[in-house]
């Protein structure tokens, strides 16, 4: 089949090289968010996926907005039978939901009906989740509602952070999106409705979101923590600043305030509503991130110092 893939961050690109060797289908263009600035000097930098398609000589199209007359017709004129999507990042209008034959195919990061929405693999680590996996299902109007193709599953590891996660499953969702592109194109596929059970919904995790309360029970603090790693990225504040955290490790005991610090030689503990929590690492503004010992000595706490 002639493809349009569409996709911008790095968790599309395996998906993007899986169709780009795969001799049935030819990827004509691929469909991606403009250039957005990046980094600490706002420097406009093209996605991952454009990346790609640049180096293997593709056409890039960068809509502002999918229901664009002038990007619509460039998908007729290109003669596009099938769209397959990877965390696109833009919501398709039936205006371009009914260009393609065979319509636009989305690899979603769950499996679906449960944690429809923008960030599945953050919320089944927040969660508590313990099998995840990735599914390829048809487009329609809903939000992530539309009938599925196939998934593969994938068990959450203990210490899973949401990169890590997202890392396997782009992996093992990049075969699964290939194998469903053959099935379209050989006529024998057909997507089945989504169960009306266990739905459930995983908006968007913000900035906002990201930051620890440590007077949450200390479970839910360390799977927060590795929710939002690496991004938006867990933090907290000490004395007016802000500090970026790396995954945490509970103990036992339980002789802190919420939110109080213990420092000792090889390990700075915090105090949350349960148990104590271990810190991992430690990043100050401006510096890197280092083990939470060595930031403490920095850092020069005083007795009963505690984070905001």
């Not at 679906?112 to 919320?123: F, I, N, S």
């Amino acid at each position: 089949m002639r493809l349009a893939f569409a996709g911008t961050p790095q968790a599309a690109v395996a998906s993007l090289r899986a169709l780009l060797d795969a001799p049935e289908h030819e990827v004509v263009a691929v469909i991606t968010r403009p250039v957005a600035a990046a980094g600490r000097g706002r420097v406009p930098t093209p996605a991952p996926v454009e990346t790609v398609a640049q180096a293997a000589g593709i056409a890039v199209l960068a809509p502002r907005r999918p229901d664009d007359p002038d990007f619509l017709a460039r998908l007729r004129e290109l003669g596009v039978e099938c769209c397959p999507v990877v965390a696109y990042g833009a919501l398709l209008p039936p205006a371009a939901l009914a260009v393609p034959e065979f319509g636009w195919v989305n690899l979603h990061f769950s499996l679906l009906p449960a944690w429809r929405g923008a960030a599945p693999v953050h919320h089944a680590i927040l969660h508590g989740d313990k099998i995840t996996g990735a599914s390829t299902f048809q487009i329609e109007a809903g939000l992530d509602t539309g009938p599925v193709f196939g998934v593969v599953t994938e068990a959450i590891q203990p210490a899973d952070t949401s990169g890590d996660l997202l890392g396997r499953l782009a992996l093992s969702g990049a075969t699964l999106l290939r194998a469903t592109m053959d099935g379209i194109a050989a006529g024998s596929l057909v997507p089945r409705p989504q169960a009306a059970d266990g739905v459930s919904v995983a908006g968007k995790i913000t900035t906002a979101d990201a930051r620890v309360d440590w007077n949450a029970p200390a479970r839910h603090t360390e799977r927060l923590i590795r929710a939002c790693t690496p991004d938006p990225g867990p933090w907290t504040t000490l004395r007016g600043e802000r500090l970026k955290l790396g995954p945490i490790g509970l103990r036992g005991a339980n002789a802190l305030a919420p939110g109080e610090l213990r420092v000792e030689k090889t390990a700075v503990s915090v105090g949350t509503a349960t148990v104590e929590v271990e810190l991992g690492t430690v990043q100050a503004p401006g510096k890197r991130a280092i083990p939470a010992p060595d930031w403490a000595r920095g850092a020069r706490l005083e007795p009963g110092g505690r984070f905001g």
